[in-house]
T-cell receptor, first 111, second 115 residues
Framework: AQSVTQLDSQVPVFEEAPVELRCNYSSSVSVYLFWYVQYPNQGLQLLLKYLSGSTLVKGINGFEAEFNKSQTSFHLRKPSVHISDTAEYFCAVNTGNQFYFGTGTSLTVIP | NAGVTQTPKFQVLKTGQSMTLQCAQDMNHEYMSWYRQDPGMGLRLIHYSVGAGITDQGEVPNGYNVSRSTTEDFPLRLLSAAPSQTSVYFC??????????????FGPGTRLTVL
């Protein structure tokens, strides 16, 4: 089975500072990679996805992620965070017909 | 276009009771799935379906049943609730699984407490 590791369970960062949320996955076979965001008491929303092609993927709200096949990583970055970015972020992998999620990273933006 | 809808939003059960969590989507998606979300565990796949009449087990299927008689609906049944099933349940759908069209759309969730 696939496993997805989000190395940081909580990330506090000051407003307008850059942030990186880390994600590593286990499979070496072809996978599709995603980042989702969950705001309090809501379902998950897609931030961005990597299917193929360019390894740098841009998503909504100024987020981007870089796929690194050799390191099996898909880290999420934003150059300048806002208060409204405070949320839970999930990395996910799709292989075959199953989706596997990481345990989540809680991003808190400090004014 | 309502997207993915789930009912109820909240439910409290006693141990041993049964209930069905409802999920419906109006996007004509072939793939539907159920997850449970627990603190520190992320989302774990319970069951999924790749089309009407086809279901399969995910990572944590024990204690749950599903069926898919129509493309739109994918109910999750708890036959005999246990406190370990206290969780937030999310239904999701996508055009398909394992393809380039597999962005999942999530419902708002059902918060279930089993006493």
């Amino acid at each position: 089975a696939q496993s997805v590791t989000q190395l940081d369970s909580q990330v506090p960062v000051f407003e307008e500072a850059p942030v990186e949320l880390r994600c590593n996955y286990s499979s070496s076979v072809s996978v599709y990679l995603f980042w989702y965001v969950q705001y309090p008491n809501q379902g998950l929303q897609l931030l961005l996805k990597y299917l193929s092609g360019s390894t740098l993927v841009k998503g909504i709200n100024g987020f981007e992620a870089e796929f690194n096949k050799s390191q099996t990583s898909f880290h999420l970055r934003k150059p300048s965070v806002h208060i409204s970015d405070t949320a839970e972020y999930f990395c996910a992998v799709n292989t075959g017909n199953q989706f596997y999620f990481g345990t989540g990273t809680s991003l808190t933006v400090i004014p | 276009n309502a997207g993915v809808t789930q009912t109820p939003k909240f439910q409290v059960l006693k141990t041993g009771q049964s209930m069905t969590l409802q999920c419906a989507q109006d996007m004509n998606h072939e793939y539907m799935s159920w997850y449970r979300q627990d603190p520190g565990m992320g989302l774990r796949l319970i069951h999924y379906s790749v089309g009407a009449g086809i279901t399969d087990q995910g990572e944590v299927p024990n204690g749950y049943n599903v069926s898919r008689s129509t493309t739109e609906d994918f109910p999750l049944r708890l036959l005999s609730a246990a406190p370990s099933q206290t969780s937030v349940y999310f239904c999701a759908s996508s055009y398909s699984g394992g393809s380039a069209y597999n962005e999942q759309f999530f419902g708002p969730g059902t918060r279930l407490t089993v006493l």
